[in-house]
């Protein structure tokens, strides 16, 4: 059934500000970018920003999609230091894999992960 993660979609009340603030985190600078919707590729994987909120029942952080990433400890540094709010922190959750949650300023969670 599911094949693997294409998108991650995180809706946002401030498209420009949220589009600077994903950018300056990944350095990557978005291959879409239109006034209804930013489209980043990461390494093969989307990420997009979306400003329509008509369909989103509860803002929050009812999903999490977990990004890879090669040292969690500085990632979740630089995503604090950036805005981002700690929602759980750096654990080990088994076989030397690591997790950690944030949310973004529009109230999104991101996920992070590390596996050795």
Sequence with gaps: MFKKLRTVIYHV?????????YTALTGIQPYFDEPFYVGFDINGFELGLDPDFDDVLERGTQAVAYWKVDDIGNTVKKFKKAGAVICSKVKEVGGGIKVATLVDPWGNAIGLIEEN
């Design 13 to 21: 009340s401030d498209l420009q500000k949220a589009k600077e603030w």
